[in-house]
């Protein structure tokens, strides 16, 4: 077993962040996820953030594009991922003291095909402190589906004007969310 020293750990996820920041435009996904609809969402919006992202990052979870940064821990509207610029690099890692509830990034992408959130199915019947009642209510699920497809959406539209109207759409519905 090694140990990492404590001052490796601690500058390593800004060396992540910054180092990953100017190459996510080439971005692959990790063997679990070749082929798989995340895949081809982080993909598309890591290749078309210029275009298509209205400057939002795409989120390493769902991979839509919700992130105002990758490293202000900025929270995911869709899924609930609060950034702190964890990515493939160190995906298994439950990063302790984080605001993710010790959920590594590759649980919350597994979650994420089952719940729309990061969240694991069992807190959707849970309850109590973490506003899941309101995360997981009938509401709140559809509200994730219609904006989730509304995402799905840009990847079909080519036109700036297109595209302008498609994020004034997301705009509405992303106020529906809890
Ligand atoms: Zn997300």
Sequence with gaps: ??????????????????????????WTPPAEWEGSAFAIRRMFFERHRKTHNEGHWACPVCGYPTLGNRQGHDMCGVCQWECEGQDDPDA??????GPNYGVSLTQARRNFEATRSMWPPEEAVRGGPHRFDALFSEAALASRNELCALFDGLMALESPQDIARQWQLIGVAGKRLP
């Excluded at 090694?2 to 800004?14: C, G, L, M, V």
């Excluded at 298994?92 to 003291?97: L, P, Q, R, T, Y």
Aim: hydrophobic content about 30%.
């Design 92 to 97: 298994d890692e439950v990063w302790g003291s």
């Design 1 to 26: 077993m090694s140990i990492t020293p404590p001052e490796d750990r601690n500058a390593y996820p800004f060396k992540s962040w910054w180092e990953t920041l100017g190459h996510l435009e080439h």
